[in-house]
């Protein structure tokens, strides 16, 4: 008989902590969730929104036998474990867990572990704890907030303009995609030039600035601006000041979610998904000779907290491997995120010992990677500012005045860590001596135009996500991906571009839902979870309160936002002669036939053809231009036609170039 019982969320997890224990122990693992909220009740939100938004859940489906399973080996145990992941879903989980299994009939606890070490856990076994329900009652009134919008809003829009889904997070990370292209579209570049004195010293290529004209700051806006100057510049170039002062490098934050991701998409090239699968293997473990071996701690996570085991174990690793005045110890950190939760640790290794390098044979090259940034931003963060210095020299000709910089390391200190993945800045200057007359320098003028801020890449949507107090540590891979996957935003050079149906998405998001759907409401309703989770507000009134706000917005859009789809055409079906109808599926637009389901037809709808504008505005609409087109179906294929530019929206046509001769 089994005396006690350990319940995890992930079987790998559990093949680790299984070596750990004694024979005593049965680990097994509930794979994640066991109940979801069902799809009965109002919207099939699986809410009573009539009882205090009561929520309704069922098993999942495909964890029946799961529960079966559990269950028997509950009923044989002495005492139960749940030891779920830990944060808020990993407390909902266990919640579901206590509940399903009735263990109030049990003896159980409610175990936590940051990291998947022996002492760690059995530290856990020796210090459980009830569930706590302020954290479950937080993850339950996200799941129920979200539950709502994405029900209610995503059969909306696929109802009206074909668009797939919608949500809380996903379409507000929507919107920043699409308000940074209007930004890029609105942009008007502006020319610019630069002057460079291009010289050589002691074999060194070196290129100063032209920065001002006695003291006044220089402004070149054309080749003319730049001609002028260099006409009144003579032959000797003066090195007028050298000056030197050292600067201090502070090291980098350990990791935590965002930054993680930040940092392998820059210096490793892995998406947020993949970033974050690699860290979940190395969590749960790796085996190793014969023991199965947790290397970091928990990757969800928004505190940059080290614990004193660790930073004491740090400090005799630095202190042994590069002397004492490497040491800094854990110091003060600027960080962008808002809402920071403390519960849990930055991301670390979570043995020292477990050094990169010894553990490269028994990981595969991408975990190598990530593991070996982990480990090294980690230690990194306790060791010594490095020192630069930092050189300005000013080069002057007829009162104008050039500028040139470089640094050099005078004390390596942190970078000693993290040479590889640090940008090296450093310029070391050859010797430059003031008074010196600079010989055979050449001027040279560069033309240059103002660029559009950037598109987002993956890095830079988590970094403004998370500075804007958008979404959670575990949320942002999933935002990413759902983006991609329902064709609201393409990758185009490493950065996101919103496909049309992204922009009409978000137009009428923005049209019908900006009361909610934006980026303060989301991050003051990120703020409320953290005040549920804390206790300091009760879950069911937060979700009162979004629904007194969100119910009147939907019915007034369900009830004015205009319906695109099916769109009727002018061509028949090959089949019965039906009109054929566009319709929006998984894969785009297609043609269907008007007579389903009694006629089957479908077809692809063919690319537009180039559109040649004859440059009259509809009269219609007034707003698009009649365009020349080419009938592509029925018995006027191949026939020549004239249409509005903005079909479907204005279905103007005209069969002739006479009939539209007299609306210019």
Same mark, same amino acid.
């Given at each position: 008989?089994?005396?006690?019982?350990?319940?995890?969320?992930?079987?790998?997890?559990?093949?680790?902590?299984?070596?750990?224990?004694?024979?005593?122990?049965?680990?097994?693992?509930?794979?994640?969730?066991?109940?979801?909220?069902?799809?009965?009740?109002?919207?099939?939100?699986?809410?009573?929104?009539?009882?205090?938004?009561?929520?309704?859940? #069922?098993?999942? /489906?495909? $964890?029946?036998?799961?529960? !079966? @399973?559990?269950?028997?080996? &509950? +009923?044989?145990?002495? *005492?139960?474990?749940?030891?779920?992941?830990?944060?808020?879903?990993?407390?909902?989980?266990?919640?579901?867990?206590?509940?399903?299994?009735?263990?109030?009939?049990?003896?159980?606890?409610?175990?936590?572990?940051?990291?998947?070490?022996?002492?760690?856990?059995?530290?856990?076994?020796?210090?459980?704890?009830?569930?706590?329900?302020?954290?479950?009652?937080?993850?339950?009134?996200?799941?129920?907030?979200?539950?709502?919008?994405?029900?209610?809003?995503?059969?909306?829009?696929?109802?009206?303009?074909?668009?797939?889904?919608?949500?809380?997070?996903?379409?507000?990370?929507?919107?920043?995609?699409?308000?940074?292209?209007?930004?890029?579209?609105?942009?008007?570049?502006?020319?610019?030039?630069?002057?460079?004195?291009?010289?050589?010293? #002691?074999?060194? /290529?070196? $290129?100063?600035?032209?920065? !001002? @004209?006695?003291?006044?700051? &220089? +402004?070149?806006?054309? *080749?003319?601006?730049?001609?002028?100057?260099?006409?009144q510049l003579n032959g000797d170039y003066v090195i007028k000041s050298v000056e030197f002062k050292n600067k201090n490098k502070q090291a980098k934050a350990p990791f935590i979610t965002s930054t993680l991701q930040q940092e392998a998409s820059n210096k490793l090239n892995f998406?947020?998904?993949?970033?974050?699968?690699?860290?979940?293997?190395?969590?749960?473990?790796?085996?190793?000779?014969?023991?199965?071996?947790?290397?970091?701690?928990?990757?969800?996570?928004?505190?940059?907290?080290?614990?004193?085991?660790?930073?004491?174990?740090?400090?005799?690793?630095?202190?042994?491997?590069?002397?004492?005045?490497?040491?800094?110890?854990?110091?003060?950190?600027?960080?962008?995120?808002?809402?920071?939760?403390?519960?849990?640790?930055?991301?670390?290794?979570?043995?020292?010992?477990?050094?990169? @390098?010894?553990?490269?044979?028994?990981?595969?090259?991408?975990?190598?990677?990530?593991?070996?940034?982990?480990?090294?931003?980690?230690?990194?963060?306790?060791?010594?500012?490095?020192?630069?210095?930092?050189?300005?020299?000013?080069?002057?000709?007829?009162?104008?005045?050039?500028?040139?910089?470089?640094?050099?390391?005078?004390?390596?200190?942190?970078?000693?860590?993290?040479?590889?993945?640090?940008?090296?800045?450093?310029?070391?200057?050859?010797?430059?001596?003031?008074?010196?007359?600079?010989?055979?320098?050449?001027?040279?003028?560069?033309?240059?135009?103002?660029?559009?801020?950037?598109?987002?890449?993956?890095?830079?949507?988590?970094?403004?996500?998370?500075?804007?107090?958008?979404?959670?540590?575990?949320?942002?891979?999933?935002?990413?991906?759902?983006?991609?996957?329902?064709?609201?935003?393409?990758?185009?050079?490493?950065?996101?571009?919103?496909?049309?149906?992204?922009?009409?998405?978000?137009?009428?998001?923005?049209?019908?839902?900006?009361?909610?759907?934006?980026?303060?409401?989301?991050?003051?309703?990120?703020?409320?979870?953290?005040?549920?989770?804390?206790?300091?507000?009760?879950?069911?009134?937060?979700?009162?309160?979004?629904?007194?706000?969100?119910?009147?917005?939907?019915?007034?859009?369900?009830?004015?936002?205009?319906?695109?789809?099916?769109?009727?055409?002018?061509?028949?079906?090959?089949?019965?002669?039906?009109?054929?109808?566009?319709?929006?599926?998984?894969?785009?637009?297609?043609?269907?036939?008007?007579?389903?389901?009694?006629?089957?037809?479908?077809?692809?709808?063919?690319?537009?053809?180039?559109?040649?504008?004859?440059?009259?505005?509809?009269?219609?609409?007034?707003?698009?231009?009649?365009?020349?087109?080419?009938?592509?179906?029925?018995?006027?294929?191949?026939?020549?036609?004239?249409?509005?530019?903005?079909?479907?929206?204005?279905?103007?046509?005209?069969?002739?170039?006479?009939?539209?001769?007299?609306?210019?």
């Open positions: 008989m089994t005396k006690y019982l350990v319940i995890v969320e992930s079987p790998a997890k559990s093949k680790t902590i299984e070596k750990y224990l004694g024979d005593e122990y049965t680990v097994t693992s509930s794979k994640g969730h066991i109940r979801d909220l069902t799809t009965r009740g109002y919207g099939g939100f699986g809410v009573d929104i009539d009882n205090g938004f009561e929520p309704m859940y #069922k098993i999942m /489906k495909d $964890k029946k036998e799961t529960v !079966k @399973e559990l269950k028997a080996l &509950v +009923k044989k145990a002495d *005492k139960v474990y749940l030891a779920t992941d830990p944060d808020r879903e990993g407390e909902a989980i266990s919640w579901h867990l206590y509940e399903t299994l009735n263990l109030v009939k049990k003896d159980y606890e409610r175990i936590v572990f940051h990291e998947i070490t022996k002492n760690a856990v059995l530290n856990a076994i020796d210090n459980g704890r009830s569930i706590d329900m302020d954290l479950v009652h937080s993850q339950e009134a996200r799941r129920i907030i979200d539950r709502i919008i994405g029900f209610s809003l995503s059969k909306l829009l696929q109802k009206k303009i074909g668009s797939k889904s919608a949500g809380r997070v996903q379409s507000v990370a929507l919107k920043l995609i699409v308000d940074r292209e209007k930004e890029i579209d609105a942009f008007n570049s502006k020319e610019y030039w630069e002057m460079y004195l291009n010289f050589v010293k #002691k074999n060194k /290529k070196l $290129k100063a600035l032209l920065l !001002k @004209e006695n003291d006044e700051n &220089v +402004k070149l806006e054309s *080749k003319a601006d730049c001609e002028k100057i260099e006409k998406q947020a998904r993949k970033t974050m699968q690699i860290a979940q293997t190395l969590y749960e473990g790796i085996d190793i000779e014969n023991e199965r071996v947790g290397l970091i701690t928990y990757m969800r996570t928004d505190s940059i907290r080290l614990s004193d085991e660790f930073i004491k174990a740090a400090k005799d690793y630095i202190v042994k491997n590069y002397g004492s005045k490497y040491y800094k110890g854990y110091q003060k950190f600027k960080t962008n995120t808002k809402n920071v939760q403390d519960a849990h640790e930055a991301i670390r290794p979570s043995n020292l010992d477990n050094t990169p @390098e010894s553990l490269k044979s028994y990981l595969s090259a991408d975990e190598f990677k990530l593991y070996e940034m982990i480990y090294d931003r980690a230690v990194s963060s306790l060791m010594s500012d490095a020192i630069v210095e930092a050189e300005d020299v000013i080069i002057e000709n007829n009162g104008f005045k050039f500028g040139l910089a470089g640094e050099k390391t005078i004390f390596d200190g942190y970078l000693k860590q993290v040479s590889k993945y640090e940008d090296d800045d450093t310029k070391a200057l050859p010797e430059l001596t003031e008074g010196d007359i600079i010989k055979n320098a050449k001027v040279e003028s560069i033309q240059k135009f103002t660029n559009p801020p950037l598109r987002y890449s993956e890095a830079r949507l988590i970094k403004r996500m998370e500075e804007l107090g958008i979404g959670r540590p575990s949320t942002y891979a999933v935002t990413i991906d759902t983006l991609k996957t329902r064709g609201y935003a393409k990758i185009e050079k490493k950065t996101f571009v919103p496909t049309n149906q992204g922009k009409l998405t978000m137009a009428k998001l923005e049209e019908y839902f900006s009361s909610v759907i934006n980026v303060k409401y989301t991050a003051e309703m990120e703020h409320a979870l953290d005040e549920i989770s804390e206790g300091n507000i009760k879950w069911a009134s937060e979700v009162e309160k979004f629904y007194k706000d969100y119910k009147p917005v939907f019915d007034k859009a369900e009830a004015s936002m205009e319906r695109m789809y099916p769109i009727e055409t002018d061509e028949l079906c090959p089949e019965c002669g039906s009109k054929l109808l566009i319709r929006n599926g998984r894969f785009g637009e297609f043609l269907a036939c008007s007579g389903f389901p009694k006629c089957h037809y479908t077809a692809k709808k063919e690319a537009p053809e180039p559109v040649i504008s004859t440059g009259i505005k509809c009269p219609n609409c007034e707003t698009g231009y009649i365009v020349e087109r080419i009938s592509k179906r029925g018995r006027s294929k191949g026939q020549k036609f004239y249409a509005c530019g903005n079909y479907p929206a204005c279905k103007t046509t005209y069969t002739s170039l006479d009939e539209i001769k007299g609306l210019k």
